[in-house]
């Protein structure tokens, strides 16, 4: 699968010994995802201008390895679950070939603060995607 979006790890992530601090793994998924919805065809907004928001419900992180200052960190994505008015996704961290981190992160389709089902053109581009 390629990399849906790498950038390097900045002196501002890392702590003294130049490890970066867990919780901009967080951070790189979330960038990730924001890639992952314009990959399959809904940039930023798409969803919004439909009267659809997206919520974290959930996420939890399996950490393998460091990255560090200077590395460059990659963050694949994969659907891993996609339900009624969720859709989890897989994120996985890497420097080079190295697995850093997972982070799965569960999203809660919402309408006017309520959950609502995936619409069904956007159930068939994250089928798809």
């Known amino acids: 699968m390629p990399d849906v979006w790498s950038a390097p790890v900045r002196f501002a992530e890392c702590d003294q ?13 979330d960038e990730a995802v924001n890639a ?8 930023y ?10 919520y974290v419900k959930a996420t939890a992180l399996d950490w393998v390895s460091s990255a560090r200052y200077g590395d460059t960190v990659s963050v694949d994505a994969e659907l891993d679950r996609l339900g009624r008015t969720s859709l989890t996704l897989l994120f996985t961290v ?7 981190c997972t982070v799965r992160t569960t ?3 919402t309408s006017d603060g309520r959950p609502t ?7 068939a581009r994250v089928s798809a995607g």
């Open 107 to 109: 999203y809660v389709a």
């Open 117 to 123: 089902p995936w619409p069904d053109d956007v159930r």
């Open 17 to 29: 010994q130049g490890v970066a601090f867990n919780a901009h793994y967080l951070t790189w998924a």
């Open 45 to 54: 907004g798409a969803l919004a201008a439909r009267g659809i928001e997206y």
């Open 94 to 100: 890497r420097v080079g070939e190295r697995v850093c």
């Open 36 to 43: 992952w919805w314009a990959g399959i065809g809904l940039p």
